[in-house]
């Protein structure tokens, strides 16, 4: 006989159970038992520039080669160019995005372990991806390995939301909270800088949203008709996605599921 009875209780997220008075199964961590996974090759500063000024002509020259041993050094171990500065046929293929830009996106990220970006590159059809490391790398405290590196990608444009969700570590949570915290901008720095800021109101679970740890990420987007409002999200945790709007005196927090802030993400990357 099959025994379908599991061997122990699922965990229970104890705050959010406490504020609906029911057992609420602990969701946080989910996403990260799948985290971004990316086989590309990790560039340093000298690298990408070398791509960037090969990418219309196909090759480097010696001035823009002198004093990047290094960063031609990683290329030519990528398989993206030749000890010359000549693109290889993989590497024309990865920076084509470069030379027939649609859209450029920028995902700019704080966490607690420091701070991280995505870049995007997209053209018609496929994306030039340079990640610097993912929420995973951060939440497991590993950013000191990637200092000043990214990982380059090459992605096609169906699939650029997903890898853009893997990275940021977007996965189901309990959003208790209800309606839009208004605050000083002020407390929202301060909050940033510390987890100890008081939050700014007695609602049970708002003080469980601003007791999480802040992912905040912020999303610009560049086209040829101008760049698009910037926008970003807090995610707290096991407390959900929250839209962010800050300006200089007000900061306001409205939650939403994390299907919504998938849609927002997925529009940023497909509607130019």
Known sequence: MVDIVPDREPALDEAASRILGADLEELGGLSARQPFSSRGPWLNGEAVHLLDAAAESGYAGRFQRAGRKAGLAALIEAGLMDTAGRLTPEGITVTAPLTS???????????PQGSTELQIQIDDENALVLAGPSRAELDAGRIDRYESLVQ?????????????????????????????LDFPTGVF??????????????????????????????????????AVPEWGYVDAGRAGQHLLMVDEERATLEPVTTGMAYRDLVSALTVF
């Open 101 to 111: 830009t649609r859209a450029s996106v920028s995902i700019r990220c704080l966490h």
């Open 189 to 226: 720095d301060s909050r940033i800088a510390s987890v100890d800021e008081p939050p700014p109101t007695d609602d049970p679970a708002w003080i469980r949203m601003w007791s999480e740890p802040w992912f905040v990420w912020r999303v610009q987007v560049q086209t040829a008709a101008g």
């Open 152 to 180: 380059l990608d090459f992605v096609g444009l169906p699939d650029l939301a997903q890898v853009a969700a893997s990275w940021l570590g977007l996965g189901p949570a309990w959003t208790l909270s209800a309606g839009v």
